[in-house]
Nanobody, 123 residues
């Protein structure tokens, strides 16, 4: 199992930026694809972005493409989510996850999760 701890959430005005971090530890933390999901109140957990083990391949959802960037630093066992041009509809709890099996856009494919960090975007 991989242990994941997110940080960097907060309150920001629309159009602003935040960078989320996810520190990974435990079993083969450096050897797992990593991802970010988010969950707004009353909604299902939604895929945001994913990154390969090397960091050479990244994937993101249409709703954040061009605004959010996922990256990783394997020397620090850390994955980042740079969020720019934030919108009120980006408000959610953001979760870091690791080691998918199957369709990486589905939350059910990811076994390990962090506790989440709240991002609130005001108008």
């Amino acid at each position: 199992q991989v242990q994941l701890v997110e940080s960097g959430g907060g309150l920001v005005q629309a159009g602003g930026s935040l960078r989320l971090s996810c520190a990974a530890s435990g079993r083969t933390a450096q050897s797992n694809p990593m991802g970010w999901f988010r969950q707004a109140p009353g909604k299902e957990r939604e895929f945001v972005a994913a990154i390969s083990v090397s960091g050479g391949s990244t994937y993101d959802s249409d709703s954040v493409s061009g605004r959010f960037t996922i990256s990783r630093d394997n020397a620090k066992n850390t994955v980042y989510l740079q969020m720019n041009s934030l919108k009120p509809e980006d408000t959610a709890v953001y979760y870091c996850t690791a080691d998918p099996e199957g369709d990486y856009t589905r939350a059910e494919s990811w076994p390990d999760w962090g506790q989440g960090t709240q991002v609130t975007v005001s108008t």
